[in-house]
């Protein structure tokens, strides 16, 4: 079964920063490629950055290029976002997702909660 | 940037048939994609490339694309179908951005 467990998040002060993961159980996780997607209470989803399978290409939303940074460790199954300069507009749920070969965001984690205030 | 353009919300009766607009300038040249988010669950792909359902979704659900639009239709909705949809797309222009419509809140009624 495929399984994508987020953790790492929490409450932070603007300005601070935050490294939250995601473990990857059940598939081959080297041959995925995997995404960051967030959503605000109350609000849609937005879609914030991809890593390939191989971690060798990455992209980034423009609301996060230059802040965020999403990694990948092939040899612990595990997906990570490195969130710096974080504004109180980051606060939201954060999914971490899986591509398949055929559509995007096929199997999606339960989220983590970060919290952006002073 | 890159957008997706949905209506805030559709509602309909038990029966009827609903119908969810998706409008972006790339849509004549990349696939849209509809997922169905229900309150406190991740969300669930029911329509890829613009009009293919993968399996263990129900027939009733249906996707066509034309020109900038691209539209989701449910004939016959089921209280069950009551969630929000957002259709999804990449921007043609080479900056390989992912992006998603603002949501669409279907009330069946």
């Known amino acids: 079964e495929v399984q994508l467990v987020e953790s790492g998040g929490g409450l932070v002060q603007p300005g601070g920063s935050l490294r939250l993961s995601c473990a990857a159980s059940?598939?081959?996780?080297?041959?995925?490629?995997m995404n960051w997607v967030r959503q605000a209470p109350g609000e849609g989803l937005e879609w914030i950055s991809y890593i390939s399978s191989s971690g060798a290409t990455m992209y980034y939303a423009d609301s996060v290029k230059g802040r965020f940074i999403i990694s990948r460790d092939n040899g612990k199954n595990s997906l990570y976002l490195q969130m710096n300069s974080l504004r109180v507009e980051d606060t939201a749920v954060y999914y971490c997702?899986?591509?398949?070969?055929?559509?995007?965001?096929?199997?999606w984690g339960q989220g983590t909660l970060v919290t952006v205030s002073s | 940037s890159y957008e997706l353009t949905q209506p805030p919300s559709v509602s309909v009766s038990p029966g009827q048939t609903a119908r969810i607009t998706c409008s972006g300038d790339?849509?004549?040249?990349?696939?849209a994609y509809w997922y169905q988010q229900k309150s406190g669950q991740a969300p669930v792909v029911v329509i890829y490339?613009?009009?293919k359902r993968p399996s263990g979704i129900p027939e009733r659900f249906s996707g066509s694309s034309s020109g900038t639009m691209a539209t989701l239709t449910i004939s016959g909705a089921q209280v069950e179908d009551e969630a929000d949809y957002y259709c999804?797309?990449?921007?043609?222009?080479?900056?390989?951005?992912?992006?998603f419509g603002g949501g669409t809140k279907l009330t069946v009624l």
């Open positions: 999804y797309s990449t921007d043609s222009s080479g900056n390989h951005r992912r992006v």
């Open positions: 490339e613009d009009s």
């Open positions: 997702a899986r591509d398949s070969a055929i559509w995007d965001f096929d199997y």
């Open positions: 790339a849509l004549p040249k990349k696939f």
């Open positions: 059940g598939f081959t996780f080297s041959k995925y490629n």
